[in-house]
């Protein structure tokens, strides 16, 4: 099983992935820079040049960078939208320079304007990103589908993906996202539906990793609030339905339960373990 957790950089790459080595993690996930803020800070360089350099041989892999919180590569505003544009090209620089191999986007918030439209915008980011950058693949993350929040369902996912080889542009799914969207995944029976839509949509080799999160809210409320494992409306028995699917079994599990603590994170890892 590749199993892993979205970690903290705020002690140096470095320490990000000793800290991973010591959970026991196979794989990994950051954010490049202050998720909530334009501003990018100081780039950790050596840490980069540490993690590029060892990650594999340590047994890291892969290791995913998700893209910040500000962002919205399909706004039909102009100024967010190069703005946009700006950040994820120094995310992604930035990404690369520590060898990832995924980064993490959400398809962002349509703004009123019509699915097509955005989906549209959002491709155009992609090719944008694809022609500067060619080590790096890209994951577009399922949604909740709340609001005019554009990904939330399989089709538009597909549509958004299809033009781009499936090397280069996969998808991500968020358990806590598509149970907010209205996938009873619950049960086993359930599992199976979802991933038969998923799969009808969505080319097999196009998924490169699950987000594991219990939900706070309940069966497609459309309110994206993580919980740890097990204590939330998805519970036990869902999440061990889901890693017993055989269509899973080499996808890569990265936790992003709230809290970075430590102590928490472990116990979210040790959960999945047992199952
Ligand atoms: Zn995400
Ligand atoms: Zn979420």
Same mark, same amino acid.
């Given at each position: 099983?590749?199993?892993?957790?979205?970690?903290?950089?705020?002690?140096?790459?470095?320490?990000?992935?000793?800290?991973?080595?010591?959970?026991?993690?196979?794989?990994?996930?950051?954010?490049?820079?202050?998720?909530?803020?334009?501003?990018?800070?100081?780039?950790?360089?050596?840490?980069?040049?540490?993690?590029?350099?060892?990650?594999?041989?340590?047994?890291?892999?892969?290791?995913?960078?998700?893209?910040?919180?500000?962002?919205?590569?399909?706004?039909?505003?102009?100024?967010?939208?190069?703005? %946009?544009? %700006?950040?994820?090209?120094?995310?992604?620089?930035?990404?690369?320079?520590?060898?990832?191999?995924?980064?993490?986007?959400?398809?962002?918030?349509?703004?009123? %304007? %019509?699915?097509?439209?955005?989906?549209?915008?959002?491709?155009?980011?992609? =090719?944008?990103?694809?022609?500067?950058?060619?080590?790096?693949?890209?994951?577009?993350?399922?949604?909740?589908?709340?609001?005019?929040?554009?990904?939330?369902?399989?089709?538009?996912?597909?549509?958004?993906?299809?033009?781009?080889?499936?090397?280069?542009?996969?998808?991500?799914? =968020?358990?806590?996202?598509?149970?907010?969207?209205?996938?009873?995944?619950?049960?086993?029976?359930?599992?199976?539906?979802?991933? =038969?839509?998923?799969?009808?949509?969505?080319?097999?080799?196009?998924?490169?990793?699950?987000?594991?999160?219990?939900?706070?809210?309940?069966?497609?409320?459309?309110?994206?609030?993580?919980?740890?494992?097990?204590?939330?409306?998805?519970?036990?028995?869902?999440?061990?339905?889901?890693?017993?699917?055989?269509?899973?079994?080499?996808?890569?599990?990265?936790?992003?339960?709230?809290?970075?603590?430590?102590?928490?994170?472990?116990?979210?890892?040790?959960?999945?373990?047992?199952?």
């Amino acid at each position: 099983m590749r199993l892993g957790i979205h970690l903290s950089i705020g002690q140096g790459l470095k320490r990000t992935m000793e800290e991973a080595l010591d959970l026991d993690c196979n794989c990994v996930q950051i954010f490049s820079k202050n998720p909530r803020g334009w501003n990018a800070g100081k780039f950790d360089q050596g840490g980069a040049d540490f993690v590029r350099e060892n990650r594999k041989e340590r047994g890291i892999d892969p290791w995913v960078v998700h893209a910040t919180y500000l962002v919205n590569p399909c706004s039909p505003d102009e100024d967010l939208y190069s703005r %946009s544009l %700006s950040s994820l090209e120094l995310e992604v620089g930035r990404a690369e320079a520590m060898g990832a191999d995924f980064f993490v986007i959400h398809p962002g918030n349509t703004k009123g %304007s %019509s699915s097509q439209e955005a989906i549209n915008r959002l491709q155009k980011s992609l =090719d944008f990103l694809l022609g500067k950058f060619h080590a790096i693949s890209f994951l577009v993350e399922g949604m909740a589908g709340r609001g005019s929040e554009l990904g939330g369902d399989f089709l538009e996912l597909s549509k958004i993906v299809s033009p781009f080889a499936p090397e280069k542009v996969g998808i991500c799914l =968020d358990t806590c996202h598509l149970f907010a969207a209205g996938f009873d995944i619950r049960t086993e029976e359930g599992w199976r539906s979802t991933l =038969d839509k998923f799969f009808a949509h969505i080319d097999h080799q196009r998924l490169g990793l699950i987000h594991v999160n219990d939900s706070v809210y309940p069966l497609g409320a459309k309110k994206d609030r993580h919980t740890h494992l097990g204590k939330g409306e998805i519970g036990v028995e869902g999440f061990r339905a889901m890693v017993n699917r055989p269509e899973l079994r080499n996808i890569p599990l990265i936790l992003e339960t709230p809290g970075e603590a430590r102590k928490e994170g472990q116990n979210n890892l040790e959960f999945l373990r047992n199952l």
